[in-house]
T-cell receptor, first 116, second 111 residues
Framework: GAVVSQHPSWVICKSGTSVKIECRSLDFQATTMFWYRQFPKQSLMLMATSNEGSKATYEQGVEKDKFLINHASLTLSTLTVTSAHPEDSSFYICSARTRTGTDTQYFGPGTRLTVL | KQEVTQIPAALSVPEGENLVLNCSFT??????LQWFRQDPGKGLTSLLL?????REQTSGRLNASLDKSSGRSTLYIAASQPGDSATYLC??????????FGQGTRLTINP
């Protein structure tokens, strides 16, 4: 149980295009989902926290207009990287917190974004 | 601001050895601490979660300890196996929901 999926697992796009990444909780309802990015050989950095039905809360230094987050349902959150540039190339990982309110976050397998 | 540091950054040991990974954090007012495993190009797998009121947690060959007052946690791996090779991340949770991660220890177990 408590499985989180991400789609796509990897994507290559041209500079200036937008890319959408989906994060789904497959067997539980997630009132809160988190989006992280990870550069090679570095740790995870929290980008934003999204609660179902409300606007996402972005961490300092993360551009909300560039990284659009939508958490429209209890099982789906999306991250759209708008007007992507090569410096946006990274590994994006989402996690979901169960509705029961336990402290555990369940992580997705990640999405590798490469912007040419 | 909470900072989490993991030492060493990389570790390579022969199979069968017992080993210890270290994690330190600057703000001792944490809610819990969690150890994760990450395989190359993959997401995170939670290994152990220690609440702030607990001193240690065990799962199989893994034992994690927490000394909140000194801002330290250790992950002990007994009888290491090649399949244990991965990056191990610790993360602390302070208050609400946010996890703060260390940079990880890349572990290689040599057959």
């Amino acid at each position: 149980g408590a499985v989180v999926s991400q789609h796509p697992s990897w994507v290559i796009c041209k500079s200036g295009t937008s890319v959408k990444i989906e994060c789904r909780s497959l067997d539980f309802q997630a009132t809160t989902m988190f989006w992280y990015r990870q550069f090679p050989k570095q740790s995870l950095m929290l980008m934003a926290t999204s609660n179902e039905g409300s606007k996402a809360t972005y961490e300092q230094g993360v551009e909300k207009d560039k990284f659009l987050i939508n958490h429209a349902s209890l099982t789906l959150s999306t991250l759209t990287v708008t007007s992507a540039h090569p410096e946006d190339s990274s590994f994006y990982i989402c996690s979901a917190r169960t509705r029961t309110g336990t402290d555990t976050q369940y992580f997705g397998p990640g999405t590798r974004l490469t912007v040419l | 601001k909470q900072e989490v540091t993991q030492i060493p950054a990389a570790l390579s040991v022969p199979e069968g050895e017992n080993l210890v990974l270290n994690c330190s954090f600057t703000d001792s007012a944490i809610y819990n601490l969690q150890w994760f495993r990450q395989d190359p190009g993959k997401g995170l797998t939670s290994l152990l979660l220690i609440q702030s009121s607990q001193r240690e947690q065990t799962s199989g060959r893994l034992n994690a300890s927490l000394d909140k007052s000194s801002g330290r946690s250790t992950l002990y791996i007994a009888a290491s196996q090649p399949g244990d090779s991965a990056t191990y991340l610790c993360a602390v949770k302070k208050g609400a929901q946010k996890l703060v991660f260390g940079q990880g220890t890349r572990l290689t177990i040599n057959p």
